[in-house]
């Protein structure tokens, strides 16, 4: 089975830096994927890290460590519109390596 | 690119019909079509995931004959909801993977969901 943790809520304030942390126990891991999704809407892509290392992005960044298990999403100067839902995914390789489990999400605040 | 339309954006029905929701890859070919349902505040779950011409794939404890998955080109995949019920009213979202897509890994890129209200 998989397992994907993140934290439920987070608050953070306008152009702070916040870190959103996700763990995942899975077999067969291929790659992590970072999510943005605001209420009541699709998720739109954020970040892919399939090699343990920083990805960076303008103001988002990534980071995976394979051996731990463990990822977390950076975002810098943070703004109102910042305030969303991040969710973590995994895909795993051989069959069905393209299906995306994600976890439960982290709604992030963002306040002045 | 790599935009993804559903239809329609929100549909509220009585209780025993049937619902169509349609995905549709606008300015890519997508090799698969995945179907996932979330409830408020939960994650997505994936339902079922359909390749064009074949038989769609659906998750453990999905009903396959309930949610009718049809994945007729490879623009369009659609999602019927049969003999609909209250407990079925959810936010339904597909995505579209490319190959292989910016990220390099075939991505999915989401539709704006369809809100799914049982009567």
């Known amino acids: 089975g998989q397992n994907i943790d993140q934290p439920t809520e987070m608050t953070a304030t306008e152009g702070a830096i916040v870190q959103i942390n996700c763990t995942y126990q899975?077999?067969?891991?291929?790659?992590l994927f970072w999510y943005q999704q605001h209420a009541g809407e699709a998720p739109t892509f954020l970040s892919y890290?399939?090699?343990?290392g920083l990805e960076e992005k303008g103001r988002f960044s990534s980071f995976l460590s394979r051996s731990k298990g463990y990822s977390y999403l950076l975002l810098k100067e943070l703004q109102m519109k910042d305030s969303a839902s991040y969710l973590c995914?995994?895909?795993?390789?051989?069959?069905?390596?393209?299906?995306?489990?994600f976890g439960k999400g982290t709604k992030l605040s963002v306040i002045p | 690119g790599a935009v993804v339309s559903q239809h329609p954006s929100r549909v509220i029905c009585k209780s025993g019909t049937s619902v169509k929701i349609e995905c549709r890859s606008l300015?890519?070919?997508?090799?698969?079509m995945f179907w996932y349902r979330q409830f408020p505040k939960q994650s997505l779950m994936l339902m079922a995931t359909?390749?064009?011409?074949?038989?769609?794939?659906?998750e453990q404890g999905v009903e396959k004959d309930k949610f009718l998955i049809n994945h007729a080109s490879l623009t369009l995949s659609t999602l019927t909801v049969t003999s609909a019920h209250p407990e079925d009213s959810s936010f339904y979202i597909c995505?579209?993977?490319?190959?292989?897509?910016?990220?390099?890994?075939?991505?999915?890129?989401f539709g704006p969901g369809t809100r799914l209200t049982v009567t």
């Open positions: 995505s579209a993977r490319s190959n292989p897509g910016l990220a390099g890994n075939g991505e999915q890129y």
């Open positions: 899975t077999s067969g891991f291929n790659g």
């Open positions: 300015d890519f070919q997508a090799t698969t």
């Open positions: 890290n399939v090699l343990d």
């Open positions: 359909s390749n064009e011409g074949s038989k769609a794939t659906y």
């Open positions: 995914a995994v895909t795993r390789s051989g069959a069905g390596s393209y299906q995306l489990t």
